[in-house]
């Protein structure tokens, strides 16, 4: 058995050829691969606008520059999730503010989410975690009682979707990624998503440097004026042709992540020494993005141990994610940005989960190959 990779991005043949034919294009940014994606993404989603990025934390940015957030802001965020998520925030001069998630399956909890509310709060970030939706409905619902904006981190959850609407639509933006490990790549890349067309009109003109004209509509080449504040977020179109090839291939891919999930999970089963988080969630579709075992507390001071031996017998994992992340050194050693509460939810997840991978990088005999080696290995070491 060969090295099982957590993540690898599947490049082929057709990748490669769209490639070939876009660099002998004369235009490389800002051109008809990066429109074409946008659309062929709004299709697949099933509606809304799209604007593509260079990344999904530039998405990110993107969107609370649009919404006008900024400075004396406050913006509520996760606490288990990936740095870029209250970077973001922080970028543009708001104040991201910590709170818990739920221990069923790792989303921001809606609790906590109303305690943390204050005059300054502008808006809600959520993320997606691992791939199931969080409760959105009922975020909605407080958002609208309290004037908030609605941002929903989908860098792991492309193909998710809550009673037939894809996630991204369901608040006021949605951001995507298109990073090597995601479940399609286009080497670095994102998209900003909205139901509100004037929104994503707004968003294009703060990537691209807000000029008054784009480059198609300047009748003398190289005139233009700048009539507002932007920045460069945008994709390339070598990114964008990687992006249109590979969102033919979403559906299978999604596929092939169910039935590897699923496989794993038949497999571990009811273990001694933990479980696997769930991967669906009542009236929502799941984007499988990983599985994620959470070992018992029990175990969890042999957590990197049992890592250890899973990796010598040639299996790729990963942790999402390895610490709280107002609990990381910069967010802790930032008075201003933490708050004295413990996210023992968050903290306890951090310290207790192995993440396994189940992209469609990965035939259904390798995922037997993982799962009786994960429990094996747990056999030996805890």
Do not use: W
Request: proline letters at 4%.
């Amino acid at each position: 058995m060969n090295k099982i990779d957590f993540a690898r991005p599947i490049i082929g043949d057709e990748e490669k050829q769209a490639v070939l034919v876009c660099l002998d294009s004369p235009q490389l940014v800002h051109g008809p691969q990066s429109n074409k994606f946008e659309e062929d993404f709004t299709k697949f989603i099933g509606g809304g606008f799209a604007t593509s990025t260079s990344s999904a934390t530039t998405a990110l940015q993107l969107a609370y520059l649009t919404l006008g957030i900024g400075r004396g802001d406050e913006v509520i965020v996760p606490s288990l999730t990936h740095v870029a998520t209250a970077n973001a925030v922080l970028s543009v001069g708001a104040k991201p503010v910590f709170v818990d998630v739920n221990s069923r399956d790792g989303n921001i909890s809606v609790e906590e989410i109303q305690k943390a509310i204050s005059p300054s709060t502008k808006a809600i970030c959520v993320v997606h975690y691992l791939g199931v939706p969080v409760d959105i409905s009922e975020i909605t619902l407080i958002a609208k009682m309290n004037n908030l904006f609605v941002i929903e981190d989908c860098a792991l959850a492309l193909g998710a979707r809550v009673e037939g609407t894809h996630v991204g639509l369901l608040g006021d933006f949605g951001a995507f990624s298109f990073y090597p490990a995601k479940h399609i790549t286009t080497g670095e890349g994102g998209m900003l998503v909205s139901r509100e067309k004037k929104l994503i009109d707004e968003s294009k003109k703060i990537k691209a440097f807000y000029y008054d004209k784009g480059v198609g509509d300047r009748k003398i080449p190289g005139s233009y004026d700048i009539i507002g504040f932007g920045l460069n977020l945008r994709m390339s179109e070598i990114a964008a042709t990687l992006g249109i090839v590979q969102l033919r291939k979403i559906s299978s891919f999604l596929k092939i992540r169910k039935e590897n999930f699923e496989k794993l999970s038949e497999i571990i089963g009811q273990s001694p020494y933990g479980s696997l988080l769930p991967g669906l969630k009542e009236g929502a579709d799941s984007a499988y993005y990983c599985a994620a075992f959470v070992l018992k507390p029990e175990f969890t001071e042999k957590r990197n141990s049992l890592i250890s031996e899973i990796n010598k017998r040639g299996i790729g994992t990963s942790i999402y994610y390895p610490i709280a992340l107002p609990l990381s050194t910069f967010y802790r050693s930032n008075p201003h940005l933490s708050r004295v509460i413990s996210y023992e939810r968050a903290s306890t997840l951090a310290n207790s989960n192995i993440a396994l991978g189940i992209g469609p990088h990965l035939r259904r005999e390798e995922m037997s190959f993982v799962g009786e080696n994960l429990n094996s290995s747990m056999e030996e070491v805890l």
